[in-house]
Every structure is written in structure tokens, then in C-alpha cells.
């Protein structure tokens, strides 16, 4: 683990935070030679599952759903 004083942190940030983010290697932030901060790479991004298939065995069919249901089921025919 490198370790960094917090002036020369504060001149090359964006460059230290890239290289842990590709290097992985964790980097000690200290001010006055006492720790102060620990920066380290994000965890892993867990994969995009696509929504196609997602309920797939979650709805259960008990009847015909392909033809048309008697005319005394509908309401809006009752007189």
C-alpha cells in the first residue's frame, strides 16, 4: 500500500484515484506523518439482468384465456 501526504494528494488527485481505480492497490492519505484517510477501488459492479424473463413461472394460467367468455358474464350487457 502506498502511502501519500495529503499536500501532494491535493495536487495529483484525479491522476492517484485513476491509478487505484486500475490498479487496484489501495492508496494511505497522511497528514503530518498520521494516517487520515484510506482510499481504496470500488467493489465490482454486479451485472444488468434483463427484465425479459424476470416472471417467468410466477403467473399461473387456470383457464382458456383464447376464447371469448359468455355473454352472461359480461356486466355491461345486463340490462
Avoid: Q
Wanted: aromatic share 4%; glycine share 6%; with cysteine.
Amino acid at each position: 500500500m502506498e502511502t501519500i501526504a495529503i499536500s501532494k494528494f491535493k495536487a495529483t488527485c484525479l491522476k492517484l484515484l485513476e491509478r487505484v481505480k486500475n490498479t487496484g492497490e489501495p492508496l494511505l492519505i497522511t497528514k503530518k506523518g498520521s494516517p487520515i484517510a484510506l482510499v481504496t477501488p470500488p467493489p465490482p459492479l454486479p451485472k444488468k439482468r434483463s427484465a425479459f424473463g424476470s416472471m417467468k413461472g410466477s403467473i399461473r394460467i387456470t383457464g382458456d384465456i383464447v376464447s371469448p367468455l359468455p355473454e352472461e358474464d359480461w356486466e355491461v350487457l345486463a340490462k
